[in-house]
């Protein structure tokens, strides 16, 4: 039940359905993640693993329009509609782009009704704890300072003052074993949600990917880079969960219940600490979503189609 989610018809259709369309790590040539351009590769493959499996999950998409893949040892789903595949692709090269520039705060998955444009779900992955490196390292395997850094004439000049020069080496197993547990939570956390309006009378939904840039990123202004062109500012969060005008008045009894579903929902989902890599992810429900699942007023009233 989902609709047209952004620039999908401005973008190729992918030439593979399977996994192998996904982003890969393809600089690693080891069990260990030892650059920076390595850890934003796997990261990146996690979060396009992690979208797709989220769309079959809220059932944005007919089931039968998913295959059924495994990734890091784990079942999830992959939409096998080639502009699906393309539109993930390309947005999240693009919030790569964003991560390399060290401007992500937190990247979130909205899920959103598409009569009134008011965001339903929101599955949201922080990120203000990314390890950065310079550009000019991205490419250079991660590396402990040697213990006495004067005798052994250890250069500290270029280091970044904000001590966010990667220093530890990942291993890929317990990398991929925290992704495993975080796919798993997301499982575990969408079964417990209310389920999207569906049925005659229900707004069509569909979903977009959104960026929040850290306060002191510079934002895109002038002449933008081709990666920065696929961004478009977004409505303040105030406006998309914004009450709908057509909800009709209730009975003094039924205000505390209807107060009560009419509240925001916050649900963690898993927290991420691997080595230097810190990933916080949940869902939030806002209050629109609430609204299909009001008690009736009386027999004239009626809720929004």
Not at 23 to 35: D, I
Request: hydrophobic content about 35%; aromatic content about 6%.
């Amino acid at each position: 039940m989902a609709g047209d989610h952004g620039m999908v018809e401005d973008y190729s259709a992918a030439e593979d359905l399977g996994m192998d369309d996904l982003p890969r790590n393809s600089n690693r040539e080891s069990n260990v993640v030892s650059t920076h351009n390595q850890l934003l590769d796997a990261l990146t493959t996690f979060l396009t693993v992690t979208t797709h499996h989220i769309l079959y999950l809220r059932r944005l998409y007919p089931p039968t329009s998913f295959l059924s893949t495994r990734a890091y040892d784990y079942p999830v789903r992959q939409n096998r509609h080639p502009k699906v595949c393309a539109w993930v692709n390309d947005a999240m090269a693009a919030v790569r782009d964003q991560l390399q520039k060290d401007v992500v705060e937190k990247l979130s998955l909205c899920v959103y009704e598409c009569k009134a444009n008011r965001v339903l779900e929101r599955w949201t992955f922080d990120l203000r704890s990314f390890p950065q490196v310079i550009k000019r390292d991205d490419n250079i395997p991660i590396e402990p300072k040697p213990p006495n850094e004067e005798e052994d004439g250890y250069d500290d000049e270029g280091d970044d003052d904000d001590g966010d020069i990667l220093l530890e080496q990942l291993n890929l197993a317990d990398l991929e074993a925290h992704f495993r547990a975080t796919l798993s939570r997301v499982a575990t956390s969408a079964a417990r949600l209310m389920p999207l309006p569906e049925g005659p009378g229900a707004p069509e939904s569909s979903f977009t990917l959104a960026l929040e840039v850290k306060d002191e990123a510079d934002r895109p202004v002038g002449r933008m880079e081709k990666e920065e062109r696929k961004w478009i500012a977004a409505e303040p969060a105030s406006a998309l969960n914004r009450p709908s005008p057509s909800v009709p008045p209730l009975e003094p009894q039924q205000n505390e219940q209807v107060l009560d579903k009419l509240s925001p929902r916050t649900h963690p989902v898993r927290l991420l600490e691997v080595g230097e890599l810190r990933l916080e992810v949940w869902v939030e429900e806002s209050a629109a979503k609430f609204e299909f699942d009001l008690p009736k007023a009386g027999p004239s009233s009626h809720l929004p189609p």
